[in-house]
């Protein structure tokens, strides 16, 4: 078992840095799958028996009251729930479909939730996460060398299926342990790493980016934006090259706000901008339809399947979803409806209250963390996760890669109660004065 990372502190310190720092040995077990929703269940149950469950004879302080912007995503998430059970409701499904389908929302959903509570009122520190996500990051790029010479040398895609797969899951590329992937469009390989497919490592690598920069050891810092860049690169994701170049200098940007130099030195770029706006006009969209044009048939699909969903969600059930996912035809490849796209997915499988269910949280997320990155690195962060997420949303169902993105949500909750606290100290001076 790998060891703890920088001194944990407390008990829920030292779960969250071996569970991090073992993702590697976890994977080659096939279970990365299984330890996301089990890690996100027990940390749940320590904040409610802390918090709910106390005794005379209990010495440990209660957990700090829960922010504003956990409560958001409690809600946000619970009413996912409710529209799951509205539109298994509407098409008559049966009880143990809605029992199927409410396993797979607490293994996905209900994450948010959990890992953002978490955060908030557990003894889990910034620091941590960090260090653990810089040894994990520093694992990846060892292997890289094996990983990307396996096509080259014969090795097989995928090693084996791990047995955990009898818990059951969206499929079985989330517990099978691979080398790399063959792009059917190209014939060349791609690669995952410990994801169930490349644009999964794109997000994965751009998580690990926005950790690595905001780590305090140089020599650290350095190894964890190699391999975040290294894993992006070969993920071969457009979505995850764009966003790594947009989102933490976006970040940053915003955390930036209060200095007057940097609204000085913005001027004459803005100027110039708006010059010359139809020449810049036009070269982006030169540049988006080279961006389209990179990978066609995969384009083609995913508009396919966005236009599906949009269409029969519209038609067929606009407040509560379908409830269930539905394969798609032989056009699209026989994807599922909504696929590759949060937004499309919620409203084709629960309409527009799940789409309502996760907006105002992000949204909210969005303000909480762009007004705390003016003066903590936590809240630059936490922001820069946010866009991630945001960005994400278009080209994956961040649903099921909860169980990948746990660290960041941790981070966002870590950010809430600083949010929190600041926002206690500013009432007490007012107060008091």
């Not at 990846?140 to 791990?162: C, D, H, Q, R």
Request: with cysteine; net charge positive.
């Amino acid at each position: 078992m790998a060891a703890p990372a920088a001194d944990p502190r407390s008990v829920e310190d030292y779960i969250i840095s071996v569970a991090l720092i073992s993702t590697w040995p976890v994977y080659f077990l096939g279970g990365l799958y299984v330890l996301g929703p089990v890690l996100g269940v027990c940390l749940t149950a320590i904040v409610v028996v802390r918090k709910y469950i106390r005794t005379p004879q209990t010495k440990r302080p209660e957990p700090p009251a829960i922010p504003i912007g956990v409560w958001f995503w409690i809600g946000g998430m619970g009413l996912m729930q409710v529209a799951l059970l509205g539109g298994h409701w509407s098409y008559e499904l049966s009880t143990g479909q809605t029992i199927k389908s409410t396993i797979g929302w607490a293994k996905g959903w209900a994450l948010f939730a959990m890992f953002t509570l978490a955060g908030a009122c557990l003894d889990i520190r910034f620091a941590t996460v960090i260090r653990a996500a810089g040894i994990t990051a520093l694992i990846s790029l060892l292997l890289t060398p094996i990983l990307y010479v396996a096509p080259m040398v014969g090795l097989p895609e995928i090693l084996f299926i791990s047995p955990l797969k009898a818990v059951g899951g969206p499929g079985p590329e989330f517990f099978a342990v691979q080398l790399y992937s063959m792009d059917p469009a190209d014939g060349l390989p791609r690669w995952r790493y410990f994801t169930p497919w490349s644009p999964a490592a794109a997000l994965i690598g751009n998580l690990y980016l926005i950790l690595a920069i905001e780590d305090e050891r140089k020599i650290w810092r350095i190894i964890g934006i190699v391999s975040a860049l290294t894993i992006i690169v070969l993920s071969k994701s457009r979505l995850g090259l764009v966003t790594a170049v947009l989102v933490w200098p976006t970040a940053f940007g915003v955390s930036q706000l209060r200095r007057s130099v940097l609204w000085l030195g913005a001027a004459v770029p803005v100027f110039f901008a708006g010059l010359f706006s139809p020449v810049i006009l036009a070269q982006l969209g030169a540049a988006y339809e080279g961006f389209r044009g990179m990978r066609a048939n995969s384009t083609r699909v995913r508009e396919a399947l966005g236009r599906i969903a949009v269409d029969r969600w519209w038609n067929e059930a606009p407040v509560w979803g379908h409830g269930v996912v539905e394969r798609g035809p032989h056009y699209v490849e026989y994807m599922p409806i909504g696929s590759h796209h949060t937004w499309f997915g919620l409203l084709f499988v629960k309409g527009i209250v799940g789409v309502a269910a996760l907006v105002i949280p992000l949204l909210w997320s969005l303000l909480e963390f762009a007004l705390l990155a003016l003066s903590s690195r936590i809240g630059r962060a936490a922001f820069a996760i946010t866009i991630l997420l945001v960005l994400f949303t278009v080209g994956e169902n961040l649903e099921i890669l909860t169980y990948l993105f746990w660290p960041g949500l941790l981070v966002m909750g870590i950010a809430m109660r600083e949010a929190a606290e600041k926002r206690s100290a500013i009432l007490a001076e007012a107060r008091q004065s």
